[in-house]
């Protein structure tokens, strides 16, 4: 059983930064793509960024693109996603997901993915 534990939420101004992890345990990590979801007040979860097995494709939704970096440690089992340039449309709850088969390539759907983290809140003040 894949567990994922998210940490580095917070209040931020507009324009600063920050930098989520997602510690990953119970699982082969280094054979999982991983993904970064949020969900905003009164919206639906949104994928935000992914990343494939191997650490060397992603794929960002528009509204990061150029802002966000998803990246991926084996060695440390983590997760993370610096994020630069923050806006108060970034507001979110932030979520770190894997799927449930491995050696995959970035998945953009939620369905594709059958582990969540528990969500760490990331508020941008204007």
């Known amino acids: 059983q894949v567990q994922l534990v998210e940490s580095g939420g917070g209040l931020v101004m507009a324009g600063g930064s920050l930098r989520l992890s997602c510690a990953a345990s119970?699982?082969?990590?280094?054979?999982?793509?991983m993904g970064w979801f949020r969900r905003a007040p009164g919206k639906g979860r949104e994928l935000v960024a992914a990343?494939?097995?191997?650490?060397?494709?992603?794929n960002y939704a528009d509204s990061v693109l150029g802002r966000f970096t998803i990246s991926k440690d084996n060695a440390k089992n983590t997760v993370s996603l610096e994020m630069n340039s923050l806006k108060p449309e970034d507001t979110a709850v932030y979520y770190c997901a894997a799927p449930g088969s491995r050696f995959q390539p970035p998945l953009t759907k939620e369905a594709e993915y059958r582990y969540w983290g528990q969500g760490t809140q990331v508020t941008v003040s204007s």
């Open positions: 990343i494939d097995w191997g650490g060397g494709s992603t």
């Open positions: 119970g699982g082969t990590f280094r054979y999982y793509g």
